[in-house]
């Protein structure tokens, strides 16, 4: 199995900042994309940002400019920088990550437990 444990998530105020990180560890032959999610109450989850293994980047039209996902491939880590935090940025963010666990395999996705971001106005 993959673990995915997420961290750095807690209470901010607006327009202030917070990094979360995600390390992945347990069954791990390679990693593919990964990526953050959030989901707010009463909303589906959506895609925040993701990464490639070729270090290509995609943003939600709503947080280009103040969102970075960055990914170090020799921990198996990826961390999201968020700056000009706003209060609809508020939700609890997911860790994505596809992983090829041993030679041969397909790719299997796997989700960490989330963690809760919360913009304070």
């Known amino acids: 199995q993959v673990q995915l444990v997420e961290s750095g998530g807690g209470l901010v105020q607006v327009g202030g900042s917070l990094t979360l990180s995600c390390a992945a560890s347990?069954?791990?032959?390679?990693?593919?994309?990964m990526a953050w999610y959030r989901q707010a109450p009463g909303n589906e989850r959506e895609l925040v940002a993701s990464?490639?293994?070729?270090?290509?980047?995609n943003y939600a039209d709503s947080v280009k400019g103040r969102f970075t996902i960055s990914r170090d491939f020799a921990k198996n880590t990826v961390s999201l920088q968020m700056n000009s935090l706003k209060p609809e940025d508020t939700a609890v963010y997911y860790c994505?990550?596809?992983?090829?666990?041993?030679?041969?395999?397909?790719?299997?996705?796997?989700w960490g437990q989330g963690t809760q971001v919360t913009v304070s106005s």
């Open positions: 347990g069954s791990i032959f390679s990693m593919k994309a």
């Open positions: 994505n990550a596809g992983v090829v666990m041993h030679r041969g395999w397909g790719t299997d996705v796997f």
């Open positions: 990464v490639t293994t070729g270090g290509s980047t």
